[in-house]
Nanobody, 114 residues
């Protein structure tokens, strides 16, 4: 089993930056891909960005050019979020896909507001 712990959320003004971190523990050698999703109030959870073990990266159109995902070793994934907008406000969830299942973190709130 894999467990995920996220950190880095908070309140930021429009145009500001935040970096979210997610550390995986447990059966990390079973991880195929890691990434970030978000869920805004009243909306469905959506992909933000993901990276596979081979380095293939996928971004949501809404964050391209502003967010950058990176992966450190086998068990840590980051997302650097720049030029944040109020519409980026959401709970951000770390996600990893393993050879057996899909695992979610507990979520971290990002609020973009002046």
């Amino acid at each position: 089993q894999v467990q995920l712990v996220e950190s880095g959320g908070g309140l930021v003004q429009p145009g500001g930056s935040l970096r979210l971190s997610c550390v995986a523990s447990g059966s990390i050698f079973s991880i195929i891909a890691m990434g970030w999703y978000r869920q805004a109030p009243g909306k469905e959870r959506e992909l933000v960005a993901a990276v596979t073990g081979r380095g293939i990266i996928n971004y949501a159109d809404s964050v391209k050019g502003r967010f950058t995902i990176s992966r450190d070793n086998l068990n840590t994934v980051y997302v650097q979020m720049n030029s944040l907008k109020p519409e980026d406000t959401a709970v951000y969830y770390c996600n990893c896909r393993t050879t057996e299942n899909q695992v979610w973190g507990q979520g971290t709130l990002v609020t973009v507001s002046s």
